[in-house]
Structures are given as structure tokens and as C-alpha cells.
């Protein structure tokens, strides 16, 4: 009998134990499940501020040069530029570049032999020490590329301040402009004009008008907000297109974060800085000390300032 009392004392207190369990197990799973909800949340917000388009307000943004070099068929250097975006000036630095400019380590060669003997890279090297700057990134756009992204912006109106006159060899692409004589240019004209010999100043007038062309289609592109937008991913897979470049995908990701925060700013951010300095004959161009004293002060003022201690450009 007392073995009898026994069992069922133990009986009874394994069925107190149970609802104790339960209780625990139910607060363990409402556990579980709050913190579940919570950490999807916090990876939701996470991806959100690193997707491709991410909110840049509350981060470092840093200044960046680009050197894109136009290339023709044969991939003989045509002209190149450097463009220069600041996202928290808003500002976007157009420095247009002779193919014919001295390259100061390379022995007295023109960057136009600097590219046919080592291609991008040792030309970026030289624009770099010839001009006294650092480049990012670069990028090599062939003629029908060009072509293609000016007229996606819709090209440019250009009125010549002098009478800009050429006859094609072969009879279809002549050039034949009024001065003070307002006309809209096609991707194709802007390229024929800037190869052609009609400017008075010689190719000191193609670069100023490389200058003048870019500056007013990136101008153009912002006027055109959510077309820009749409056209972006178009615009860089054409600059990708046949490119040699060292722009990855995350990087233009992240580009193009920058420039539709700009372009919701409803601003005309383009400006240009055109080479002054010496044509010793046609195809050998030297900046002139001042210019460079002048492009480092502009690149100095346009260095993006340190934010909670991030790091500079120098750093």
C-alpha cells in the first residue's frame, strides 16, 4: 500500500509539472518568433541602404575622376577627357584633352602614341603626371558609342562663332556651319566636327569644342530628369560596350546611386576647365603651368569633406 501512495505521488506531481513545461515552451516559441520578425527587419533595412539605388544622404560620398578615351575603328586615340563628378558639391568638372598633348614620361610622345604603344592604362599613367592629377577609373568609348549615348541625351544646339566649313572626301559628311547661326547636332555631327580641321585656332578648336559638347549634353541629361534616370544602365552598357575599362559593376552601382541623387537636385551641374598652354606644331600640345595651378585648385575645392571622421582623399 505504501509502495501504491508512492507511485501516485509521483504521478500527480509529473502532471503538475506539465502545464509548468508548456507555459515555458509557448514563451520560448513567442520568443523565437519576435526575435525572428526583428532580425528580418534589421536585414531589410540593411538591404535597402546597400540595394543600388541606396539612400546616399547619411553617408561619406567621395569626389572621383573618370578618363574616358574615344577610340576610332583602327583604335587609334581620337580625343579624351576626364570628368570629374562631386556628388556632395553637385558639381560635375569637364576637362577636355588633345590626343596630341606631350606627355611628360613618356619621352616626348603625344598621348596619341602613348595609347598606340601601351593602350589605356600607360595613358592613364601619363595624364595623370602630365596634368598632375589621379584618376579613378577608365574607360575607352568607340565612335559609334559616342555616337549612341549623345543621342540618347538628344544632342546639342551649337552656335559657331565662326563660319565652320569641311568637304568630306567622300562627299557625305560635309560640314557646313553659319556663325551665331543656332543648330541642333547629332551624335554623328559632333564627332565628325570634333575630327575635322574647321576651326581657325587649329586643334586647340576641336578640344574647346569637345569641351562645349560635353558640357552641354551633360547639362542637357540633368534637364531631362526622369528620362536620365531611365537611360542610365543604356548610357553605361554603351560605355562598357567593346571598353576597356577597370569600372566594376558595383562600382557603377554606386555611381549611379550618386548621379540620380544629383539629378533629383534639378540643377545644370557641368562646367568646363579647357587646356591652356603651347602648340609647338599640329600634333605636339603642352598645358601651361597656370592651367595645371588651375585644375589643382579646382580639384582641391571639390574634394569632398570628412564626415564623422571618414576618410579623405588623401587618405
Not at 74 to 81: C, V
Not at 83 to 96: D, F, G, N, W
Not at 104 to 129: C, H, P, S, W
Amino acid at each position: 500500500m505504501a509502495k501504491t501512495a508512492k507511485t501516485g505521488t509521483k504521478k500527480r506531481r509529473r502532471r503538475s509539472q506539465a502545464p509548468v513545461a508548456l507555459i515555458y515552451f509557448t514563451t520560448l516559441l513567442i520568443f523565437l518568433g519576435v526575435f525572428g520578425l526583428f532580425a528580418k527587419m534589421i536585414v531589410n533595412k540593411l538591404s535597402t541602404k546597400h540595394g543600388a539605388d541606396a539612400n546616399i544622404s547619411d553617408t561619406y560620398i567621395d569626389s572621383y575622376n573618370t578618363l574616358y578615351a574615344r577610340v576610332n575603328a583602327k583604335d587609334a586615340l581620337a580625343d579624351l577627357f576626364v570628368l570629374r563628378i562631386c556628388p556632395e558639391q553637385a558639381r560635375v568638372i569637364v576637362v577636355p584633352i588633345s590626343s596630341y598633348t606631350v606627355s611628360t614620361v613618356d619621352e616626348g610622345k603625344n598621348f596619341r602614341e602613348v595609347y598606340a604603344e601601351g593602350g589605356i592604362r600607360q595613358l592613364q599613367t601619363a595624364v595623370d603626371n602630365t596634368f598632375g592629377i589621379s584618376t579613378n577609373y577608365y574607360a575607352t568609348v568607340t565612335n559609334s558609342s559616342f555616337e549612341d549615348i549623345c543621342d540618347i541625351v538628344g544632342g546639342i544646339t551649337y552656335a559657331p562663332e565662326e563660319e565652320l566649313y569641311y568637304l568630306d572626301k567622300n562627299g557625305d559628311n560635309d560640314i557646313s556651319l553659319r556663325p551665331n547661326k543656332a543648330v541642333a547636332l547629332s551624335g554623328k555631327q559632333i564627332r565628325l566636327i570634333l575630327q575635322s580641321p574647321v576651326f581657325s585656332s587649329g586643334k586647340q578648336g576641336n578640344m574647346e569644342f569637345l569641351g562645349v559638347a560635353l558640357t552641354e549634353l551633360i547639362n542637357n541629361a540633368f534637364d531631362q530628369v526622369e528620362m536620365t534616370s531611365a537611360s542610365l544602365d543604356n548610357i553605361y552598357s554603351k560605355i562598357g560596350s567593346n571598353s576597356a575599362t577597370n569600372l566594376s559593376e558595383n562600382e557603377y552601382k554606386e555611381h549611379r546611386a550618386y548621379i540620380k541623387a544629383m539629378l533629383e537636385k534639378q540643377i545644370r551641374p557641368a562646367e568646363t576647365l579647357t587646356p591652356s598652354g603651347t602648340w609647338s606644331d599640329e600634333k605636339h600640345f603642352t598645358p601651361s603651368n597656370e592651367f595645371k595651378q588651375q585644375l589643382y585648385d579646382v580639384m582641391e575645392a571639390t574634394k569632398s569633406q570628412a564626415k564623422s571622421g571618414a576618410k579623405t582623399e588623401d587618405q
